[in-house]
């Protein structure tokens, strides 16, 4: 097939050579329009359709195309439909004929061919595809990382997104597909024969093709190729009458990627980050070349859905070298990672062709129609640069490691850590102590106070308060330590205040619990998250210590236990014994020294010892009573001081930590769901 085949016959004005006067725009559309009523007579062309809404002067040749080929050099066209749309979803046209070129629905173009509108049925928006909430878990990705990660490791994300949203301001039912390749590989060619006719130069002198060209199958592409950055001198149209098998397509013309001009790669580099498709040129001579490989082919392997690579130029290769050569493509394209679809599969499309003679350019037109057809090159692109971000992005949130998150066992371990430093065990067992001493001076024998404290008012008159008192304040061990937790914090309109506190929380200790909880809680997870979670553990744990000190001063200030009634009720019994133990020595002594009379000495020397033996044996009894209740005191000690401690570690570190692992489990899943369930 030529290159003209299948198109029909080309615009005269393709044709003819350009005169010197031909350069001015208004001498153009003069040109033009004589042309084209000479053109419309004489090839039985449609009459313009009378509803179009366009007076004689606008209903030019070109149609909505403008003049001499340039798509911009007209009034308004889709592009203000196309920005109607918003964000990315369709507007309230979506579905029905735009309205701006003055033409309905269901009517006919300015070439014969059913009019086309990007909203019609056969387009469609973001909103109807799986892409929208991946990208709506990416946006939500990047918004939970930018204080976690550094703003480069985020940056390709932000431009997907970027380039999503200008992206989505368009409609799908344009497919924008930009013609690649190396020098001397003949794109100019083969874009001269997609479009039927003579657009792009094509020689010898090499850069050929200084700046990208635009030829396109659509009256509403003005939007697309502004973002594109296209002039309007250089937005062209097909040949005359335009095949509607490729309605919705823009094809672009690059200039080589290995021009030595400057500024040529950057424009290729720009327009390939843009464009929905690639279609890459080689030739027999360039097609293994190590910069296509190893700069654009390998890189971009994931977008192999949206790719095609042709081998131009096999009218060259004699016999079955076409072939061979193309089976070496294969080879190369495949050691690339670039998944090729020669079996129906999702993957590239590689054939060969000659853009001189025709042969294969059939085949690659009616596979870029199925493409602009299908209207989903654009999203089936965005899907590729989400996967690609999200690849790059996965050591920030994926790790090899097991589950991530602190378990029960970690918690506990660190509360009973915090506990042990804050002395919680050592607190109860002095209070137990100290319930015990006070139990046996409360109840014990009178002789026994006085033996052990001096005057029994003097121990009296402090009472059983006193031991207790000082056991709830310390850890029962012999801290002789002290210092004092400045509060120094200025506060309006006061002074600053000083509070004497006791240490006697564990530094060492403390830190080690609060080091160990971090590891247990950075186990599994990223660089980044890990990191964050130790900067909390570390933040919460730097005035930890000064935390418990306080808590455990103020839980225990002040807290003594009630008097149980049954010592009062020993120690009356105890004075009791006391007096008939001095009543009997009282009648012992006068009846020894003859001042009495009556009965015999052993009645008194009975009474004593009864009174002695009763006193000692209430004392020996309630002592054995009193474990029981200074065992639970001891515990109820221990408990108070140990969920004084634990409460400030769970303030200051557990709960810190556990946003963080929280935050981390909700971007895991945010990118779960942008990497389409990875």
Known sequence: ?????????????????????????????AQQRAEGRAVRGGAGAEAADPTDGRDGADAAPGGPWGDDGCLGDRGPDGAAAVGATGGTGPGPGFGQETATDGRTAGGRGAYGSPSYSPYGPGARGFVTGALRPRLEALRQLVGLSRTRLDGRTLAGAGRVLDEADARGRHPLGHTVVALAGATGSGKSTLFNALAGTQLSEAGIRRPT????????????????????????????????????????????????????????????DRLLGLVDAVVWVVDPEKYADAVLHERYLRPLAGYAEVTFVVLNQVDRLPGEAADQVLDDLRRLLDEDGLALGEHGEPGAAVLALSALTGEGVGELRDMLGRLAAECGAAERRLAADVDGATARLR?????????????????????????????????????????????????????????????????????????????????????????RVEDAREIPGARAKAAAVEAVTARPAVEEAVRTLADEATAGLPGPWAQAVREAAGWGGRGLPDAIDEAVAAATAGRRPARP????????????????????????????????????????????????????????????????????????????RREAAVACGRTRVLEPVGAELARYREVRAQYVIAAGGS
Do not use: K
């Not at 030529?2 to 208004?26: K, V």
């Not at 066992?409 to 006070?438: K, S, V």
């Not at 009573?625 to 108070?640: L, N, S």
């Open 1 to 29: 097939m030529t290159a003209t085949e299948g198109h029909g016959a080309s615009h005269p004005a393709a044709d003819r050579p350009r005169q010197t006067w031909d350069d001015g725009l208004i001498a153009r559309r």
């Open 565 to 640: 009634g049954w010592w009062s009720v020993v120690a009356s019994a105890q004075v009791a014994l006391l007096l008939v133990q001095v009543v009997a020595v009282v009648w012992l002594v006068g009846i020894v020294s003859g001042l009495f009379g009556g009965p015999e000495w052993w009645l008194p020397s009975m009474l004593l010892s009864g009174a002695v033996a009763v006193s000692a044996g209430l004392a020996c009894g309630c002592g054995v009573v009193a474990r029981g209740p200074a065992r639970r005191y001891g515990r109820m000690a221990e408990a108070q």
């Open 209 to 268: 093709t200084a700046a990208p060209l635009a030829c396109a199958w659509t009256d509403h592409a003005d939007g697309l190729l502004d973002r594109l950055g296209i002039p309007m001198a250089d937005r062209r149209r097909p040949a005359y009458p335009y095949d509607p098998a490729l309605r919705g397509l823009v094809l672009l013309d690059l200039p080589d990627h290995d021009s030595a001009a400057a500024g040529h790669r950057e424009r290729v």
């Open 395 to 483: 050591p920030q949130y994926v790790a090899d490691g097991g589950s991530v998150g602190l378990s029960e066992r970690a918690r506990a371990e660190f509360e009973d850590r915090l506990a042990e430093a804050a002395g919680a065990a050592a607190a109860g067992q002095a209070a137990e102590r100290a319930w015990l001493r006070d139990a046996e001076w409360a109840c014990g024998t009178p002789w026994g106070r006085v033996a052990q404290r001096g005057p029994w008012g003097v121990r009296g008159a402090r009472g059983a308060q006193g031991s207790l008192g000082r056991s709830s304040a310390t850890t029962g061990g012999t801290r002789s330590t002290r210092r």
